[in-house]
Nanobody, 117 residues
Framework: QVQLVESGGGLVQPGGSLRLSCVASGSIANIRAMAWYRQAPGTEREFVAVIARNGERVYADSAKGRFTISSDDAKNTVTVQTNSLNSEDSALYFC???????????WGQGTQVTVSS
């Protein structure tokens, strides 16, 4: 079992930035990749970015050039720095841990990002 707790969301003006964090606990040694997803009301959850245990990063087209995902193994934390935010980035942002072997996914409860003037 893995527990994930997100934080860092909030209300930000267009063009602003937020740093979202996800702290993992539990059976973290078998985590193979950590990712961020987001879901706006009335839409499906969509991929934002992922970082693998080997450090490889992949971004959604909407995130390229604006978001940066990173990990701190010592703190069991994955963060995503979000810059140049616009209203289309408003959503509930979720952290996901994918386990090795079984490829089981664990999800956090999400942190809300609202971009508005």
């Amino acid at each position: 079992q893995v527990q994930l707790v997100e934080s860092g969301g909030g209300l930000v003006q267009p063009g602003g930035s937020l740093r979202l964090s996800c702290v993992a606990s539990g059976s973290i040694a078998n985590i193979r990749a950590m990712a961020w997803y987001r879901q706006a009301p009335g839409t499906e959850r969509e991929f934002v970015a992922v970082i693998a245990r080997n450090g490889e990063r992949v971004y959604a087209d909407s995130a390229k050039g604006r978001f940066t995902i990173s990990s701190d193994d010592a703190k069991n934390t994955v963060t995503v720095q979000t810059n140049s935010l616009n209203s289309e980035d408003s959503a509930l942002y979720f952290c996901r841990a994918r386990m090795g072997g079984s490829k089981t996914d664990y999800w956090g409860q999400g942190t809300q990002v609202t971009v508005s003037s």
